[in-house]
């Protein structure tokens, strides 16, 4: 049986890397709005873990986003489907990354999807051009995160 599954990634700003990856993606940031309000209204959530951004009312230190297509609970915005959700933690990063995600764009159009990423905040480390993708590059997302662009 397939497991369900979410991808989690560190960061030092959960919030604006979700909107990053958002945008890189084609996915939409989760509204947590009325989960985060019930639980402050039934004393469950300590208001200091809670926090506007963006016009919602978020978890503070969590942010994430889904995949526009697959399902998500209407309550808690969570997405139950193709996910990844971005969490603060203390230490900045300070080594490759182990996993890393590939952004592929149309055949062709690699300067140009590049371009856009490049645009939301991304950075080109290198361009690599061998194996069996052919060419692509290598970027950085807007806190160093490793990802290839295809």
């Excluded at 958002?22 to 873990?49: C, F, I």
């Excluded at 159009?109 to 361009?127: D, F, M, N, P, T």
């Amino acid at each position: 049986m397939a497991l369900g599954w979410k991808l989690v990634v560190d960061t030092r700003d959960a919030p604006a890397l979700a909107e990053f990856w958002a945008a890189a993606l084609g996915y939409e940031v989760e509204d947590p709005s009325r989960l985060v309000e019930q639980l402050l209204a039934a004393g469950q959530l300590p208001a200091d873990q809670a926090r506007q951004y963006g016009g919602m009312q978020t978890f503070r230190g969590y942010a994430a986003i889904r995949h526009p297509d697959d399902p998500f609970d209407g309550t808690s915005g969570i997405g139950q489907g193709r996910r990844i959700l971005f969490q603060d933690v203390p230490e900045a990063k300070t080594v490759k990354n182990r996993l890393h995600i590939d952004v592929h764009g149309e055949r062709g159009r690699l300067e140009e999807l590049v371009s856009r990423l490049e645009g939301l905040g991304a950075h080109r480390l290198r361009e690599v051009d061998e194996g069996p993708v052919g060419h692509w590059w290598v970027m950085t997302d807007p806190e160093g995160n490793e990802f290839c662009a295809t």
